[in-house]
């Protein structure tokens, strides 16, 4: 397994990083007159310093709620923050390429387009199960990337740890796992490994179980040199002020009663959408969603439309012919749902 560092773009490796002033002093001080901000705070206008651009406090918050030393933490504007950065670190344009599983989230394609980075994509068996040795043959000597998301966005189901583990150990590169949905599932992911897989990122979110989707936060979990320079790649105020302060008060609540109904909702609804005679098969989800093959996808989605309920129709993915993506709503939300299906 080649040492990850040895992978990152040389002019990556030589950046010099913006610094801002407060980058040069730790401690709390009294008068700030070095970034050139309005010095008036008051309630009309309560945010105007900068925020800390290494997200201290948010980041001790999360090692405590995570079980993860701080300087292993990355936080980015969303996911797509750190997927992005991992293109422009580790490959170089037209020359280097990265490996997908496909039907999955649509960002590490986009991310790649946007780098100028080939991606290549390896279909998930008609069950949506995992191939490792066909997704490792798919790489050669310029594949510096391999993307897994599970759970599997789409499909809702996640791969046995024994094939993840194969594809970080065998894979000569940098391993994303995206384990977004990670709270919805009887698996307990990575993250207590990650110590063990030095070529491994993985990826988190506040937006999901947490219900922080309106403040942009993901999270990254890495080796400290990793996490170092996706750290100096990054702009330097990522992470706005509020979202950090609301995200830290948000940290204290207890999730665990949404997710357990959330979970038992996904039964729930699993199980009246398979007796709905348009519903010709529901994937069975670690996830907050479900994939449903149905009769006229198109059709139903636009009978939900104009009742008020949106789904996602994913019948143009690889593999996803007929399916919509449903996500675990209410339970109000979700006997709306199955009273609107019952009625097509």
């Known amino acids: 397994m080649t040492d990850p560092i040895l992978l990152v773009r040389k002019?990556?490796?030589?950046?010099?990083?913006?610094?801002?002033?407060?980058d040069e002093y730790d401690g709390p001080l009294g008068i700030y007159l070095d970034a050139n901000e309005n010095p008036y705070d008051n309630p009309q206008s309560p945010y105007n310093r900068y925020p800390d651009p290494h997200q201290r406090l948010l980041k001790q918050r999360l090692s405590q709620v995570k079980q993860i030393p701080s300087n292993q933490i990355f936080i980015g504007k969303g996911s797509d923050e750190p997927i992005d950065l991992v293109f422009r670190v580790f490959c170089e344009p037209r020359q280097d390429n990265a490996v997908s599983i496909t039907p999955t989230y649509g960002m590490y394609k986009v991310a790649a387009a946007i780098n100028d980075v080939e991606m290549r994509e390896v279909r998930l068996r008609e069950d949506f199960s995992l191939d490792a040795e066909v997704l490792l043959a798919a790489a050669d000597k310029h594949t510096k990337l391999?993307?897994?998301?599970?759970?599997?966005?789409?499909?809702?189901?996640?791969?046995?740890?024994?094939?993840?583990?194969?594809?970080?150990?065998?894979f000569n590169g940098v391993v994303v796992l995206d384990e977004a949905y990670i709270d919805f599932s009887e698996r307990s992911g990575f993250l207590s490994r990650l110590a063990e897989f030095p070529n491994?990122?993985?990826?988190?979110?506040?937006?999901?179980a947490w219900g922080m989707a309106g403040l942009r936060i993901g999270l990254?979990?890495?080796?400290?040199?990793?996490?170092?320079?996706l750290s100096r790649v990054k702009y330097p105020y990522n992470i706005n002020g509020f979202a950090q302060q609301i995200a830290l008060e948000q940290l204290d609540k207890n999730i665990k009663t949404q997710v357990s109904e959330i979970r038992s909702q996904r039964k729930w609804v699993e199980e009246?959408?398979?007796?709905?005679?348009?519903?010709?098969?529901?994937?069975p989800s670690d996830a907050n969603f479900l994939l449903v093959r149905v009769n006229n996808p198109k059709e139903i989605y636009n009978q939900l439309i104009e009742r008020g309920i949106i789904v996602r129709d994913r019948s143009g993915m690889p593999g996803c012919a007929g399916c919509l993506r449903i996500t675990i709503g209410t339970p109000e939300e979700n006997r709306r749902l199955i009273d609107v299906f019952e009625k097509i």
Do not use: M, W
């Open 11 to 22: 002019n990556i490796l030589e950046l010099s990083p913006y610094s801002t002033a407060r």
């Open 220 to 229: 990254a979990f890495a080796r400290e040199d990793i996490i170092g320079i």
């Open 272 to 283: 009246q959408l398979a007796a709905i005679p348009v519903v010709k098969h529901v994937h």
């Open 146 to 170: 391999l993307f897994l998301c599970s759970p599997n966005n789409p499909t809702g189901n996640s791969f046995p740890a024994e094939e993840i583990e194969q594809v970080v150990r065998q």
């Open 200 to 208: 491994l990122i993985i990826l988190q979110t506040l937006s999901k």
